[in-house]
């Protein structure tokens, strides 16, 4: 996906942080299990979390193991996986398979095109065992091509798309735990839709592309504006994780809301911050 999600690991204990990666390796050996390597190569931090926010909601067993990788081909590393991880896997590829089209149908991206064969036998079966999840994302997908398509100005309009589509996804399934695991994806949602803008900004203004900051990049306090939305998104976004009963791993997860997701924003703002000054 994005890679916004992620934890700060200056904050971490060291076996948090150890568990968090276990975790992260976990989900790239379903991946790879499930999908192979085109399924790996979609791996990401955002998913990661949603992994362990299901753990530590539903308290499943964790199975430890440990093996040695592309990555890291000198010593075993921690995998930690069970039917979150799993589940994680498939979202991912069903959330990259959308991407990719939009992509094919938006730029004609080769590479795009040429990733969309490949992994279109394995979305067809994450499409037909999670029907819920990929109709959303589907008409999602749609609904979003047509919203830049437009360049309709209005802030929260596409956010709350993108918003809505990470909802669904976090919506494990139906239970009395829905209301908040989606008010968690959709919030999340809408704050990596409106970073990954704020990211892009300057580069989609060479390239005349829609970004949802556009009309507001010329306000003297444009930096704060975004700040604040942000603040906004994640706070809610931490209320309605703190409605959950979460105790394993909620170190970790408390770690990612609270800081974690702020790690990409700083260094985007130094990094504007720079370009000023120059």
């Known amino acids: 996906m994005f890679g916004y999600v ?19 390796c976990g989900l790239c050996r379903q991946l790879n299990r499930r999908f192979g390597l085109k399924g790996r190569i979609a791996l990401s931090y955002d998913m990661t979390f949603l992994v362990i926010l299901l753990n530590g909601l539903y308290e499943r067993a964790v199975t430890e193991e440990r093996h040695r990788c592309i990555v890291h081909p000198a010593s075993r590393q921690l995998m930690l996986t069970n039917e979150f991880s799993a589940y994680a896997a498939d979202m991912t590829v069903l959330f990259t398979y959308y991407k990719c089209e939009d992509d094919v149908r938006d730029e004609g991206s080769m590479s795009a095109k040429t990733y ?6 394995a979305a067809a079966k994450v499409q037909a065992q999670y029907p819920r999840q990929a109709a959303a994302l589907s008409a999602g997908i749609a609904e979003l091509t047509a919203v830049e398509r437009e360049g309709v100005a209005e802030l929260d309009r596409a956010a709350g798309i993108f918003g809505s589509m990470l909802a669904e996804i976090f919506n494990y399934r139906e239970d009395e735990w829905s209301g908040d695991l989606k008010a968690i994806g959709f919030f ?8 990954d803008g704020y990211d892009d900004l300057e580069k989609d203004e060479k390239k005349h592309s829609y970004n949802p900051w556009m009309t507001e990049k010329s306000r003297a306090d444009f930096d704060a504006l975004v700040e604040n939305t942000l603040t906004m998104m994640m706070a809610e976004c931490a209320g309605a994780f703190e409605k959950l009963p979460i105790i394993q791993d ?14 990409k924003y700083h260094e985007i ?6 370009e000023e000054e120059t």
Request: net charge positive; hydrophobic share 35%.
């Open 269 to 274: 703002r130094r990094r504007r911050d720079q």
């Open 188 to 195: 999340l949602g809408k704050y990596i839709y409106l970073l």
């Open 6 to 24: 992620t934890v700060n690991k200056e904050e971490l204990k060291i076996k948090d942080y150890r568990r968090y990666r276990g975790y992260y």
């Open 250 to 263: 909620a170190e970790i997860l408390r770690n990612v809301i609270y800081s974690g997701v702020w790690m």
């Open 116 to 121: 969309l064969r490949a992994i279109r036998p």
